[in-house]
Nanobody, 122 residues
């Protein structure tokens, strides 16, 4: 079993920055492929970013150049640095673990989700 606990959400004015954290515990490996999703009110859940566990990162088009995903493998923590925030970034943000991804491989299917953290940009 894996537990993912997000923190760092809040309210911010457009143009500001926030950093989300996701602390992972349980049956988690340090080089697991991890990611972030978000869900805005009344919309489907959207993929935001992925780290393949060994430093290669991928981003959705809407956040590319503004958001940065990173991992501290020693702490089993995943971060999402969000800069130049826009009102359309308002959503609940979820940390996820890839179902089979480890050591540079991502299956792009997700088996564990955190409880989510709210980000509101005005």
């Amino acid at each position: 079993h894996v537990q993912l606990v997000e923190s760092g959400g809040g309210s911010m004015q457009a143009g500001g920055s926030l950093r989300l954290s996701c602390a992972a515990s349980g049956s988690i490996q340090r080089t697991n492929c991890m990611g972030w999703f978000r869900q805005a009110p009344g919309k489907e859940r959207d993929w935001v970013a992925t780290d393949n566990g060994v430093g290669t990162t991928y981003y959705g088009d809407s956040v590319k150049g503004r958001f940065t995903i990173s991992k501290d493998n020693a702490k089993n923590t995943v971060y999402l640095q969000m800069n130049n925030l826009k009102p359309e970034d308002t959503a609940v943000y979820y940390c996820v673990r890839d179902v089979g991804g480890n050591g540079g491989y991502c299956s792009w299917a997700w088996d564990y989700w955190g409880q989510g953290t709210q980000v509101t940009v005005s």
